[in-house]
């Protein structure tokens, strides 16, 4: 595992956009594992500003979400696809026949779940790999939990990630109960993982997670067992680890 540290949140993301940006330059037919939530977003800002200067060509990229809510459609402002979209996919050329993310409305989210994972495995496996760190380790919408979650599947959230996500809903009861993610054995087939980790309150979840027991409750410490990740955090974030010399 290696981990690169950054000042502040736009050296972070910063950084984490040069790694995905070598990626693309390096193989421009990856296919991009890609996360939502409010970390991501400065990665995909920089992204698109390399992009504007022609820096960078998405024009044979194929995408892959880890998520989607449950019962959200495509146009409503909360759902993942309409987050991809303005925070990304409207400012690239990337084609709209290679992106793929859950379909929230899907009414037998069995086949959902099967089809995305055959999706995924025709495409060749994901390259690269976007996460983010929730407060409780998930990632995706892995929760903490007695077991690892395999496959994609529809994951019943747990409450604390409801109360997180209602910051970015009007009503807090509008927050969805269930999503379909990415599981845990679909995220650690990725060639390569690139999280991003920003603030000391991610601190003490990020350090269990890196240097403490691989657990199902902290979903994030099985990538400890991968061959090929790199973390980019900031300052705040890796504060604890710092300070309890692990870096």
């Known amino acids: 595992m290696k981990i690169i540290e950054a000042v502040d949140y736009k050296g972070m993301s910063r950084k984490a956009a040069n790694i995905i940006s070598a990626q693309v330059i390096l193989y421009p037919r990856s296919v991009l594992g890609l996360a939502t939530g409010s970390t991501p ?95 409780d380790g998930h990632i995706g919408f892995n929760e903490p939990n007695g077991s690892f979650n395999k496959t994609t599947h529809r994951a019943v959230l747990k409450e604390e990630t409801i109360q997180a996500n209602s910051r970015f809903f009007n009503d807090p009861n509008e927050v969805p109960k269930y999503a379909i993610t990415m599981g845990i054995k679909s995220i650690m087939q990725a060639k390569k993982i690139l999280m991003v980790v920003s603030g000391a309150g991610k601190a003490d979840i990020l350090e269990k997670s890196l240097f403490g027991p691989v657990t199902p409750l902290v979903p994030a410490s099985i990538l400890q067992l991968h061959p090929d990740v790199t973390v980019v955090a900031d300052e705040e974030a890796l504060s604890q680890i710092r300070s309890h010399g692990l870096i």
């Open 41 to 135: 977003i400065g990665v995909y800002q920089q992204l698109i500003e390399w992009y504007n200067k022609g820096d960078l060509d998405f024009s044979r990229v194929c995408t892959v979400n880890l998520d989607e809510y449950c019962g959200l459609g495509p146009d409503h402002p909360q759902s993942y696809r309409y987050y991809m979209r303005t925070n990304f996919f409207d400012h690239v050329n990337i084609p709209e026949k290679n992106i793929h993310i859950p379909n929230g409305l899907a009414q037998d989210k069995t086949a959902e779940c099967a089809d995305y994972d055959r999706m995924i495995a025709v495409l060749g496996g994901i390259d690269l790999q976007l996460l983010g760190l929730g407060n």
